[in-house]
């Protein structure tokens, strides 16, 4: 039997895992760790301030007469001081911790740098919304402003001109008609093979010629935007839609006499130009405008609110059987005003 070293079995294995479950992450009544046996030999190891072990006796000692002395090496030390270190972490939490890494887990190192910089959320955007630039509608009050309603007035002419380009272009008689003198101009042309390259250039240059003659047809609408003057704006309430410094939309609202009821005048509010920039339409910024001139009228204790029957886009440059497409625009904007009127004056009254 190997005797007992106090009640611990001696052993170089043995002897080696109680100084590594030592907890020394609190201090120590005694700057030294001795373990003695009962009947002959000692074995010691100081423990210094800062918590380092460092062997004194280097010389080889006997524990005891059934085991055979060993001689300890100074790299068996360095690795227990190293395996033993103490780091400036908190003491690891009881419930995480396994318990057989309880002793050796104040070994960790400080927190990583990156930490900090991942943790940091001040730079982070409020919401999904931050930086974008604010939706307002008001009422201009600089010549600037309304200057720039103008101009999208203007503009917004000038662009009816794209949709008169592909009402001509696109009618169902003008698809035909331009089709049969292709067919009768190829009947003429063609007498054999060698007559195809003739025919391809022949149709590609009255194709051509066809889109020559449709924008000359509508190019008085270009005319029409440069003759937009500041006389528009005489007396009248400019609405503008601005999102961020750009102006996206705009109604111009003039005022004119009404029915007079006993002592009381009236007045009715007429729209003389009512436009959107080109890539803000189809997302509600006319029906929002044409909202705020609703209120508008209302809070100016107006009669009522129309179109002005020389509104900005009520020019023609077209036959009337080509101009189908605009007419239909305006009767259901005139209707959605109207619309918008009547709900309103419904809400007043509840």
């Known amino acids: 039997m190997v005797p007992r070293l106090k009640h611990h079995r001696v052993g170089l294995e043995t002897l080696r895992r109680e100084l590594q ?73 009881p419930m995480s911790t396994p318990p057989s890494m309880r002793a050796s887990a104040s070994s960790i190192g400080p927190p990583s740098p990156l930490q900090n910089a991942i943790d940091n959320t001040s730079d982070v955007p409020e919401g999904p919304l931050a930086g974008v630039p604010e939706l307002r509608t008001y009422v201009a009050e600089t010549e ?27 009618n169902p008689y003008n698809l035909a008609a331009f089709f049969a003198f292709l067919a009768v101009v190829s009947n003429y042309l063609y007498k054999s093979r060698s007559d195809i390259g003739i025919l391809f250039t022949t149709s590609a240059g009255l194709l051509m010629a066809a889109m020559v003659t449709v924008r000359r047809y509508t190019n008085p609408y270009i005319a029409i935007a440069e003759e937009t003057h500041i006389s528009l704006l005489d007396d009248a309430d400019v609405l503008v839609t601005k999102f961020g410094e750009e102006v996206i939309g705009t109604v111009i609202m003039g005022w004119v006499d009404g029915e007079t009821k006993g002592k ?28 705020e001139a609703v ?42 005003l109207q619309a918008l009127w009547e709900n309103n004056t419904k809400s007043k009254r509840r």
């Open 21 to 93: 479950l030592v907890d020394v992450s609190t201090a120590s009544p005694s700057p030294s760790l001795s373990v003695k046996d009962s009947w002959k030999g000692t074995f010691h190891v100081d423990l210094d301030d800062s918590r380092d072990f460092s062997y004194t006796n280097y010389q080889s000692i006997t524990v005891g007469d059934k085991i055979p002395g060993f001689r300890t090496s100074a790299a068996f030390f360095t690795s227990l001081r190293t395996n033993l270190y103490l780091g400036t972490s908190p003491p690891p939490s």
């Open 264 to 291: 009381r005048r009236k007045w009715r509010a007429e729209i003389r130009g009512w436009a959107v920039r080109l890539r803000y339409r189809g997302k509600g910024e006319g029906m929002a405008l044409l909202t």
């Open 295 to 336: 209120n508008l009228a209302k809070k100016k204790d107006a009669d009522g609110i129309e179109f002005a029957p020389d509104h900005a886009n009520s020019k023609r440059v077209l036959w009337d059987f080509y101009n189908g497409n605009f007419d239909k625009q305006e009767r259901k904007a005139e209707a959605k």
């Open 144 to 170: 600037e402003e309304k200057l720039a309603a103008l101009k999208l007035v203007a503009d917004g002419v000038a662009q009816m001109r794209q949709t008169a380009n592909r009402i001509l272009m696109y």
